[in-house]
Nanobody, 120 residues
Framework: QVQLVESGGGMVQAGGSLRLSCAAS????????MGWFRRAPGKEREFVGS????????YYADSVKGRFTVSRENAKNTVYLQMSSLKPEDTAVYYC?????????????WGQGTQVTVSS
């Protein structure tokens, strides 16, 4: 009964900020790498960022480095994506995903996504 539920999406002007949350249940959250992905209109899904099971390591796509930050609170079974200096090209559906650590293959579980729209 693994479930990942994203929240916090919405509309924002270019240059603004949003924080997305992903609440996880049905898994031992502290043993999973958590990732964020996005799918823009007409585009394939792409990696945005990830965080290791204890939060000690983070990874980001070049397109979001310096603007986005992934964090987690294991006591709350929640991972966050703080987005700043948003650009219109950040417009996409954002997905939370979970992968057993230390696996490096495909992610095991996915949320349904939350829409982020950035206007110019």
């Amino acid at each position: 009964q693994v479930q990942l539920v994203e929240s916090g999406g919405g509309m924002v002007q270019a240059g603004g900020s949003l924080r997305l949350s992903c609440a996880a249940s049905g898994l031992t959250f502290s043993t999973y790498t958590m990732g964020w992905f996005r799918r823009a209109p007409g585009k394939e899904r792409e990696f945005v960022g990830s965080i290791s099971y204890r939060g000690g390591s983070t990874y980001y796509a070049d397109s979001v480095k310096g603007r986005f930050t992934v964090s987690r609170e294991n006591a709350k079974n929640t991972v966050y994506l703080q987005m700043s200096s948003l650009k219109p090209e950040d417009t996409a559906v954002y997905y939370c995903a979970a992968r057993r650590s230390p696996d490096r293959g495909p992610y095991d579980y996915w949320g349904q996504g939350t829409q982020v729209t950035v206007s110019s």
